[in-house]
């Protein structure tokens, strides 16, 4: 089993290499977002609330740096996941006709997801700690790989339910009225609404807005909420793709018997 989960996962990654425009979008993509968004705003003083309670004043340009990475990588990671899941319910389907079980294709379809959400990451955070330096590089870097994980696998839910436009219309949507919108303590009294809680985003922005102005971690419940999140949208992604392709395989083989 392990063999060919591996060969399943080496498939799915020279199937991303044969896409150029994918590492435009995991790279080029958050690299440029990041740097125009603080690039082109004024450090104008804001109030915003931290978890705990705490309000401090900060400047637009300084919260620029501390939550465009999020956005950026919530972006690109649901796109990814939008992709990884459309290519696995048309090439997964054949390799399980082929022998291969339905769990090793998902399991291989999730580490090259994976792979994408660390890239991604990667270089938002490189790009954010030109300019912005957060109070704690733990609590923000884990906040930001949670927006990636949970947005990712979000992507991927909608990828199996939708078609491509579809679901990329959703994603972006999501991602900007979540994120850009109802999370982003630059609009109201820089603290979320009573509603922003049910968003899959409270968790992890809170989380990040934290570790970005304080050394000091006050998001316990955040952190739960957000793996809760994570937990939930990964047991989701497994079982509607495993049973995508297992479902499709077994109707494949049928004609074949009669």
Not at 174 to 181: F, K, N, R, S, W
């Amino acid at each position: 089993m392990l063999s060919r989960s591996q060969a399943a996962t080496i498939m799915g990654f020279r199937e991303q290499l044969r896409r150029p425009l994918l590492l435009i979008l995991l790279v080029v993509v958050p690299a440029y977002v990041i740097t125009r968004s603080i690039a082109t705003t004024q450090a104008t003083p804001h109030l915003i609330g931290l978890p705990g309670g705490t309000m401090i004043i900060t400047t637009m340009k300084a919260l620029h740096g501390a939550v465009m990475a999020g956005t950026a990588i919530a972006f690109v990671a649901g796109l990814c996941g939008v992709f990884v899941m459309q290519s696995a319910l048309s090439g997964d389907r054949r390799l399980v006709i082929a022998g291969f079980h339905p769990g090793e294709m998902v399991l291989a379809r999730l580490a090259v997801l994976g792979s994408d959400v660390a890239l991604v990451l990667g270089v938002s955070l490189a790009v954010t700690a030109l300019y912005f330096t957060p109070a704690s590089w733990l609590q923000f870097t884990g906040a930001a790989a949670l927006i990636g994980v949970i947005y990712g696998l979000l992507g991927a839910l909608c990828g199996a339910v939708l078609d491509k436009l579809s679901a990329t219309y959703l994603i972006l949507f999501a991602v900007m009225t979540d994120l850009g919108i109802v999370q982003n303590p630059m609009f109201g009294n820089g603290t979320p609404g009573r509603w922003a809680v049910l968003m899959p985003g409270y968790g992890p922005v809170r989380v990040m807005v934290g570790g970005a102005y304080s050394p000091h971690f006050d998001a316990g419940g955040e952190l739960l909420l957000s793996l809760a999140w994570a937990a939930a949208l990964g047991i989701g992604v497994y079982i509607v793709l495993r049973r995508a392709v297992a479902v499709t395989s077994s109707s494949a083989r049928a004609p074949a018997s009669e």
